[in-house]
């Protein structure tokens, strides 16, 4: 059983930055395959980055470059720092843990997700 809790959202403006954070309780999260996928109003949710217990990293090409996905496995956290955000980056993020990373990155199959947080991008 782990649970998962989004923080850092918010309101910023086209060009600034946010980071995320998702804090997991209950079992530890260091062999699992860690994620963010996001859902914008009316849209099917998407990928947006993934990460391996080895840290290995795969991103959305609508993200590369700008979104850094990392881990802190002494603190079953894991990030997402978003740079040069853009409107169209508005969404509600989901952290998501799962046991398979190719499940997770190319089908979104996650064991567990979180409730989301809101990021709203201005311009």
């Known amino acids: 059983q782990v649970q998962l809790v989004e923080s850092g959202g918010g309101l910023v403006q086209a060009g600034g930055s946010l980071r995320l954070s998702c804090a997991a309780s209950?079992?530890?999260?260091?062999?699992?395959?860690m994620g963010w996928f996001r859902q914008a109003p009316e849209k099917e949710r998407e990928f947006v980055a993934t990460?391996?217990?080895?840290?290995?990293?795969n991103y959305a090409d609508s993200v590369k470059g700008r979104f850094t996905i990392s881990r802190d496995n002494a603190k079953n956290t894991v990030y997402l720092q978003m740079n040069s955000l853009k409107p169209e980056d508005t969404g509600v993020y989901y952290c998501?843990?799962?046991?398979?990373?190719?499940?997770?990155?190319?089908?979104?199959?996650?064991?567990?997700w979180g409730q989301g947080t809101q990021v709203t991008v201005s311009s």
């Open positions: 990460i391996s217990w080895s840290r290995a990293t």
């Open positions: 998501v843990a799962a046991g398979s990373i190719v499940g997770l990155t190319t089908y979104g199959r996650g064991d567990y």
């Open positions: 209950g079992r530890t999260t260091s062999n699992y395959a």
